[in-house]
Protein backbone atom coordinates (compact mmCIF):
# COMPACT_ATOMS: atom_id res chain seq x y z
CA UNK A 1 0.00 0.00 0.00
CA UNK A 2 1.86 3.34 -1.37
CA UNK A 3 0.95 6.43 0.90
CA UNK A 4 1.63 10.43 -0.12
CA UNK A 5 2.32 12.45 2.99
CA UNK A 6 1.65 16.55 2.64
CA UNK A 7 3.02 19.26 4.15
CA UNK A 8 3.11 22.95 3.89
CA UNK A 9 5.58 25.84 5.35
CA UNK A 10 4.26 29.26 5.52
CA UNK A 11 7.67 30.71 5.23
CA UNK A 12 11.48 30.53 4.04
CA UNK A 13 13.42 27.63 5.90
CA UNK A 14 17.10 26.66 4.86
CA UNK A 15 17.44 23.02 5.22
CA UNK A 16 20.72 20.49 4.24
CA UNK A 17 20.83 18.88 1.58
CA UNK A 18 21.05 15.28 3.22
CA UNK A 19 17.64 14.76 5.17
CA UNK A 20 17.16 11.19 4.57
CA UNK A 21 18.27 10.27 8.25
CA UNK A 22 15.62 12.30 9.57
CA UNK A 23 12.98 11.75 7.40
CA UNK A 24 13.54 7.78 8.38
CA UNK A 25 13.27 8.56 11.63
CA UNK A 26 10.27 10.43 11.64
CA UNK A 27 8.83 7.22 10.14
CA UNK A 28 9.72 5.03 12.75
CA UNK A 29 9.00 7.51 15.11
CA UNK A 30 4.82 7.39 14.00
CA UNK A 31 4.85 3.89 13.59
CA UNK A 32 6.22 3.48 17.36
CA UNK A 33 3.65 5.87 18.66
CA UNK A 34 0.80 3.46 17.44
CA UNK A 35 2.50 0.25 17.85
CA UNK A 36 5.86 0.45 19.54
CA UNK A 37 6.11 -3.10 19.38
CA UNK A 38 5.92 -3.10 15.38
CA UNK A 39 8.23 0.23 15.53
CA UNK A 40 10.97 -1.51 17.60
CA UNK A 41 11.22 -4.72 15.67
CA UNK A 42 10.97 -2.84 12.03
CA UNK A 43 14.17 -0.78 13.44
CA UNK A 44 16.06 -3.85 15.67
CA UNK A 45 15.02 -6.76 13.36
CA UNK A 46 12.78 -6.72 10.28
CA UNK A 47 12.64 -9.46 7.74
CA UNK A 48 14.85 -12.32 8.26
CA UNK A 49 16.10 -14.21 4.92
CA UNK A 50 19.65 -16.11 4.06
CA UNK A 51 21.00 -14.74 7.55
CA UNK A 52 20.53 -11.08 5.98
CA UNK A 53 17.49 -8.52 7.47
CA UNK A 54 15.53 -6.86 5.58
CA UNK A 55 13.90 -3.28 6.70
CA UNK A 56 10.45 -4.07 4.72
CA UNK A 57 9.50 -0.12 4.40
CA UNK A 58 10.96 2.18 1.05
CA UNK A 59 10.69 6.20 0.80
CA UNK A 60 11.01 8.55 -1.73
CA UNK A 61 12.91 11.90 -1.52
CA UNK A 62 11.01 15.04 -0.86
CA UNK A 63 9.82 17.23 -3.00
CA UNK A 64 9.35 20.61 -2.77
CA UNK A 65 6.96 23.28 -4.34
CA UNK A 66 9.15 26.03 -3.84
CA UNK A 67 13.24 25.65 -3.28
CA UNK A 68 16.64 27.45 -4.19
CA UNK A 69 20.15 25.52 -4.30
CA UNK A 70 22.85 27.47 -2.33
CA UNK A 71 26.45 26.10 -1.89
CA UNK A 72 25.46 25.05 1.98
CA UNK A 73 21.81 24.13 1.77
CA UNK A 74 18.43 24.24 -0.05
CA UNK A 75 16.08 27.21 0.80
CA UNK A 76 12.44 25.99 0.92
CA UNK A 77 9.02 26.81 0.95
CA UNK A 78 5.06 26.08 0.30
CA UNK A 79 4.20 22.41 -0.43
CA UNK A 80 6.25 19.29 0.20
CA UNK A 81 5.97 15.82 -0.14
CA UNK A 82 7.30 12.51 0.07
CA UNK A 83 5.58 8.30 -0.40
CA UNK A 84 6.26 5.65 1.09
CA UNK A 85 5.86 1.87 0.17
CA UNK A 86 6.28 -1.42 2.15
CA UNK A 87 5.54 -5.14 1.10
CA UNK A 88 3.51 -5.34 4.39
CA UNK A 89 0.51 -3.28 4.91
CA UNK A 90 0.43 -3.23 8.34
CA UNK A 91 3.44 -1.02 7.91
CA UNK A 92 2.17 1.96 6.02
CA UNK A 93 -1.64 1.64 7.63
CA UNK A 94 0.50 2.14 11.22
CA UNK A 95 2.27 4.73 9.34
CA UNK A 96 -0.86 6.93 8.43
CA UNK A 97 -2.82 6.76 11.93
CA UNK A 98 0.81 7.73 13.52
CA UNK A 99 1.38 10.87 10.86
CA UNK A 100 -1.84 12.10 11.72
CA UNK A 101 -1.26 11.37 15.57
CA UNK A 102 1.80 13.36 14.86
CA UNK A 103 0.55 16.15 12.99
CA UNK A 104 3.67 17.28 12.13
CA UNK A 105 7.13 16.49 10.17
CA UNK A 106 10.18 17.80 12.09
CA UNK A 107 13.61 18.39 10.16
CA UNK A 108 16.33 19.68 12.40
CA UNK A 109 15.02 22.61 14.47
CA UNK A 110 11.83 22.95 11.60
CA UNK A 111 8.83 21.39 12.29
CA UNK A 112 6.78 21.55 9.32
CA UNK A 113 2.78 20.87 9.72
CA UNK A 114 1.05 18.01 7.92
CA UNK A 115 -1.52 18.90 5.44
CA UNK A 116 -2.39 15.27 4.04
CA UNK A 117 -1.95 11.50 4.32
CA UNK A 118 -3.52 9.42 1.54
CA UNK A 119 -3.38 6.18 -0.04
CA UNK A 120 -2.43 6.00 -3.96
CA UNK A 121 -4.81 4.01 -6.26
CA UNK A 122 -3.49 0.31 -6.79
CA UNK A 123 -1.63 -0.13 -9.88
CA UNK A 124 -2.47 -2.78 -12.41
CA UNK A 125 0.81 -4.66 -13.16
CA UNK A 126 2.28 -5.96 -16.01
CA UNK A 127 4.91 -7.64 -17.70
CA UNK A 128 6.69 -4.71 -19.75
CA UNK A 129 6.44 -1.39 -16.95
CA UNK A 130 8.55 1.80 -17.44
CA UNK A 131 9.68 3.24 -13.70
CA UNK A 132 11.36 6.37 -12.69
CA UNK A 133 13.81 6.38 -9.43
CA UNK A 134 12.15 8.34 -6.58
CA UNK A 135 14.87 8.24 -4.80
CA UNK A 136 18.45 7.42 -6.32
CA UNK A 137 19.14 3.80 -6.88
CA UNK A 138 21.70 2.21 -4.80
CA UNK A 139 23.96 -0.72 -5.84
CA UNK A 140 27.11 -1.43 -3.11
CA UNK A 141 29.36 -4.69 -3.76
CA UNK A 142 32.50 -5.56 -2.21
CA UNK A 143 35.61 -4.89 -4.17
CA UNK A 144 39.35 -4.69 -3.46
CA UNK A 145 38.60 -4.67 0.59
CA UNK A 146 36.19 -1.58 0.11
CA UNK A 147 32.65 -0.49 -0.93
CA UNK A 148 32.59 0.13 -4.49
CA UNK A 149 29.23 1.83 -5.78
CA UNK A 150 28.00 -0.05 -8.87
CA UNK A 151 26.57 2.50 -11.37
CA UNK A 152 23.95 1.64 -14.37
CA UNK A 153 26.99 1.04 -17.27
CA UNK A 154 28.28 -1.66 -15.41
CA UNK A 155 26.58 -4.93 -15.74
CA UNK A 156 27.16 -5.72 -12.40
CA UNK A 157 24.78 -3.04 -11.22
CA UNK A 158 22.03 -5.29 -13.09
CA UNK A 159 23.39 -8.09 -11.72
CA UNK A 160 23.15 -7.26 -8.30
CA UNK A 161 19.37 -5.49 -9.03
CA UNK A 162 17.98 -8.97 -10.09
CA UNK A 163 19.62 -10.79 -7.18
CA UNK A 164 17.99 -8.06 -4.36
CA UNK A 165 14.44 -8.56 -6.68
CA UNK A 166 14.71 -12.23 -5.92
CA UNK A 167 15.04 -11.85 -2.47
CA UNK A 168 12.17 -9.38 -2.23
CA UNK A 169 10.05 -11.61 -4.12
CA UNK A 170 10.67 -14.43 -1.72
CA UNK A 171 9.95 -11.92 1.01
CA UNK A 172 6.85 -10.91 -0.63
CA UNK A 173 5.33 -13.97 -2.08
CA UNK A 174 7.02 -16.37 0.50
CA UNK A 175 8.19 -18.71 -2.51
CA UNK A 176 10.77 -18.02 -4.94
CA UNK A 177 11.22 -16.60 -8.20
CA UNK A 178 10.50 -19.32 -10.98
CA UNK A 179 13.73 -21.26 -12.46
CA UNK A 180 12.17 -19.96 -15.85
CA UNK A 181 11.22 -16.32 -15.10
CA UNK A 182 13.12 -13.82 -16.91
CA UNK A 183 14.30 -10.55 -15.35
CA UNK A 184 14.96 -7.90 -17.93
CA UNK A 185 16.34 -4.64 -16.69
CA UNK A 186 16.54 -1.55 -20.01
CA UNK A 187 18.27 1.64 -19.77
CA UNK A 188 16.02 3.73 -22.00
CA UNK A 189 18.24 5.97 -24.55
CA UNK A 190 21.78 4.27 -22.76
CA UNK A 191 23.67 6.42 -26.13
CA UNK A 192 22.32 9.41 -23.95
CA UNK A 193 22.62 8.53 -20.66
CA UNK A 194 25.03 10.73 -18.00
CA UNK A 195 26.54 9.08 -15.25
CA UNK A 196 27.49 12.60 -13.87
CA UNK A 197 23.46 13.73 -14.63
CA UNK A 198 22.51 10.48 -13.04
CA UNK A 199 24.71 10.46 -10.07
CA UNK A 200 23.53 11.84 -6.38
CA UNK A 201 25.74 11.55 -3.32
CA UNK A 202 23.92 11.38 0.19
CA UNK A 203 24.98 11.61 3.27
CA UNK A 204 22.82 9.76 5.94
CA UNK A 205 24.36 9.83 9.67
CA UNK A 206 28.23 9.62 8.90
CA UNK A 207 28.11 7.46 5.61
CA UNK A 208 28.15 8.56 2.65
CA UNK A 209 26.15 6.85 -0.15
CA UNK A 210 26.15 6.88 -3.70
CA UNK A 211 23.09 6.09 -6.04
CA UNK A 212 21.71 6.94 -9.49
CA UNK A 213 17.91 9.02 -9.88
CA UNK A 214 17.34 6.55 -13.47
CA UNK A 215 14.53 5.07 -15.00
CA UNK A 216 14.06 1.54 -15.78
CA UNK A 217 12.34 -0.31 -18.27
CA UNK A 218 11.58 -3.29 -17.02
CA UNK A 219 10.58 -6.92 -17.84
CA UNK A 220 9.23 -9.86 -16.04
CA UNK A 221 6.06 -11.17 -14.34
CA UNK A 222 3.54 -8.83 -12.95
CA UNK A 223 4.37 -10.53 -9.46
CA UNK A 224 7.53 -8.93 -9.50
CA UNK A 225 6.85 -5.98 -10.78
CA UNK A 226 4.43 -5.31 -7.45
CA UNK A 227 8.04 -6.37 -5.36
CA UNK A 228 9.65 -3.34 -7.36
CA UNK A 229 6.76 -1.10 -6.75
CA UNK A 230 6.47 -2.47 -2.68
CA UNK A 231 10.03 -3.04 -2.26
CA UNK A 232 11.81 -0.58 -4.58
CA UNK A 233 15.62 -1.28 -6.14
CA UNK A 234 18.96 -1.88 -4.72
CA UNK A 235 19.84 -1.48 -1.34
CA UNK A 236 19.01 0.95 1.32
CA UNK A 237 15.88 1.24 0.97
CA UNK A 238 14.47 2.03 4.66
CA UNK A 239 17.46 4.64 4.53
CA UNK A 240 15.68 6.68 1.35
CA UNK A 241 17.02 4.62 -1.86
CA UNK A 242 15.49 2.87 -4.62
CA UNK A 243 11.94 3.94 -4.64
CA UNK A 244 10.39 3.64 -8.16
CA UNK A 245 7.13 4.82 -10.06
CA UNK A 246 5.43 3.71 -12.94
CA UNK A 247 5.09 5.97 -15.54
CA UNK A 248 3.99 4.68 -18.72
CA UNK A 249 4.04 1.10 -19.98
CA UNK A 250 6.81 0.25 -23.18
CA UNK A 251 7.03 -1.89 -25.51
CA UNK A 252 10.91 -1.29 -25.41
CA UNK A 253 13.37 -4.26 -26.14
CA UNK A 254 16.83 -5.46 -24.77
CA UNK A 255 19.02 -5.92 -21.81
CA UNK A 256 22.02 -4.32 -20.59
Known amino acids: MRIEARFYLDREVALPYDINYPLASYIYQCIRL???????????????????????????????????NKPECMVVQGAM?????????????TLVEGMWRTGKLRLLDVDIPLTDVRVLPPLKFTETMRWKALSPICVPVWQDNGLHFCHPLESRFYDSLRNSMKNWYMLHWKKPF???????????????????????????????????????????????????????????????????????????????
Open 81 to 93: SFKVDSILPEVTR
Open 34 to 68: VDPDLGTWLHDKGLEYQGRSYKPFVFSRMYFESRV
Open 178 to 256: PEDGEIHLILPNPEKFSLQKAAVLIRYKEKKIKGYQIPLIIQTTPEMQEVVCRAGLGSYGSQGFGMMEWWEESKSHGTP
